[in-house]
């Protein structure tokens, strides 16, 4: 093994934690597209948002300007609690490899939750008991974001109502009792407790469901509901916002070895923990300080970055939230039920689909079995199980790594491991027996989802 | 929240880390009573037990004169892949109870396995590596233990077969995929691949079987294998040593703030994880340096050391281990199938039960659904959602805060958190669901078990 001058793992000292959140779209030149009124087509106002989001969240929904945003201290002492999570350089991976590439992932599976999520569930969680609200309403697809939630919500005593895409319901049993641990109530999606779920119902019998059915029916619940109001994992500005957590811990523990990344990698699905985890490092790059390779790593299944058009779309398959510029499949688009990779959504952050767009990084897809591979490979040495999310991004850095021992360039490699795997074992025992296909959709497939998109301006 | 000049988790320097494991023997005036020879009833010569165990390991389990032992690098090495484990404040548990008390926990549960159990899984691993073997064979209840050793025979490339309690096997299929993804093999225990497993089947058609019974097949099947030896996760001396690495870091970073724990607590199952956490704090006693006060939590369902006998019993149900002094309730004792708190193990650690009778510690046996109550109380406070072993600690953690609370004493209490509970839903669902028993056997079941003790000398 190499330079042992670095630990094994980079932990910070709590007094090193950050003490304010980075918005990255201070720094962007090109400003995402504003959220449009569905109805009207025009920019949605903040009063409007207050509707379906918390009054603080919608103000750092708007905010393009500010760079750093204080994390209360309410929120900073929770992150205590399980932050900050350590940044792992993964010397066995690379023995194991036999590459000179270094590589480090940032893991943030290290907690009850199991993934990253939490660290936006607590802050939306302490906005929404800022504001006096008597709880939530959320949807949840792997159940690591509703986890999460009823995680943050048991914290501040809020009630929380979750909506989990019913293949993941029926598939991880043991997700939802959890949330009942921390006392949340979880139904599955689509389901006959909204007119949007009855509705989804009747024009798709038998579905699985989707994120975007679940989101639909969440915010019809919070919007009908008094005292309550709708909360959602990933997309959005202000989860990208609480996010950046992630990549300033990574960059103030790099930094503390003088330790530069050439690549930075991470899964995406809706874009939360890549926006998160790249963050700080796209802010030197949009201001001309340094310039680093991002790879965004997704399904082969769900291929809203490589093979979606970039448009204004549905936030859901309901159609009641407001329309989002992003990269999307359209908001009809439901991955087909063999995909057990997770990163179901079907569009993708405004903010990463405008970085996207401008050239600032770079998107790939991955088929399954292939992460499902690279996901047993990386258990095996480096002793964590991982979610099969996060195995999208340790394909892409095994691939990486491999090409640089074919070119003997010795390149330091970053990527996110959003979390453990511990709820997938369906998923892994479908591997292990050979019973796991690649869907690919067709043009044919993807053709339909836009043909669905809405027609603007 | 009071004094907060102490972090919410202490972490420990990579070159802080133990060396040296501590062999808490050497500073018993009474030493634990050897293994005798189920037939001759004369103590164990290391031949002999080099049949069953690894040399090295054998070497280690009849050391009873020195006090530290190097830890070899490679197992330093995979040490840093999951260790140092946080020594936690629980600042949250103590404002929820508004106890005076001052409570941390040693979590040991961030580490695939879920458990302590990796600590010793690897150093049994390297040495049968050391010693040239094909593979070893092991038994598991709850599939910690299981886990661990998968993880650590996949590390050098070992062969690994796993017989595991049935009702365990069949609760729990998850954790047998997580072995899979080692590379390890899992049996059902008893089962027919063993003469021992066909007996027990034959003497109790239908059983849900034990860790006793499942001990007896990984012998047979070790034993009679070429190039096998057969492991134990628990009871053996050389498990204690390894898991002192456990009290060697809690005492090193309560040092490091100047704290002096009041007392110390952890669940006893066989024994390994309160063996391992108190050791260096009872080398201290026992040396007449300090005095603390020890509590071993053990289930009510299987109360080896509040209600057990201190006699020589087999380690196994099947009767072919050797014979070890330790609290029993007899090796033909099955907990009721309801128990679903773990801690299965019939006898106890010949070094716990030889401390216990000397008086250096106190034993406490709680129900479990007084466990599970504490259980629930702390994920929702403290965010990690604890294994039901580990919440027989946290339950009389819990208890001993309130009556800080009843006196104002401002005691420190220390307690292990040896795992998580990501693999115990199930026992979590029948606790929400209310469908959860309290059994606790009559004299009159544990007269069977003593009945059956075997009669020495």
Known sequence: MSDKTIPYKIYLEENEMPRQWYNVRADMKNKPAPLLNPKTHQPMKAEELEAVFCKELVKQELDDTTAYIDIPEEIRNFYKMYRPSPLVRAYCLEEKLKTPAKIYYKFEGNNTSGSHKLNSAIAQAYYAKQQGLKGVTTETGAGQWGTALSMACSYFGLDCKVYMVKVSYEQKPFRREVMRTYGASVTPSPSETTEVGKRILQAHPGTTGSLGCAISEAVETATSSEGYRYVLGSVLNQVLLHQSIIGLETKTALDKYGITPDIIIGCAGG????????????????????????????????????????????????????????????????????????????????VLSQLYDDGLMEARSVIQTDVFEAAEQFARVEGILPAPESSHAIRVAIDEAMKCKETGEEKTIVFGLTGTGYFDMLAYEKFHNGEMSDYVPTDEDLKQGFDGLPKIG
Chains 1, 2 share one sequence.
């Open 271 to 350: 874009g939360s923990n890549l926006g998160g985890l790249i963050s700080p490092f796209m802010g030197e790059k949009l201001r001309g300080e340094k310039d680093y390779h991002f790879i965004a790593v997704e399904p082969a299944s769900c291929p809203s970055l490589t093979r979606g058009t970039y448009a204004y779309d549905f936030c859901d398959t309901g159609m009641v939230c407001p329309l989002s510029k992003m990269y999307t499949l359209g908001s009809g688009f439901i991955p087909s039920a063999n995909h057990a990779g997770g990163l179901r959504y079907h569009g993708m952050s405004s």
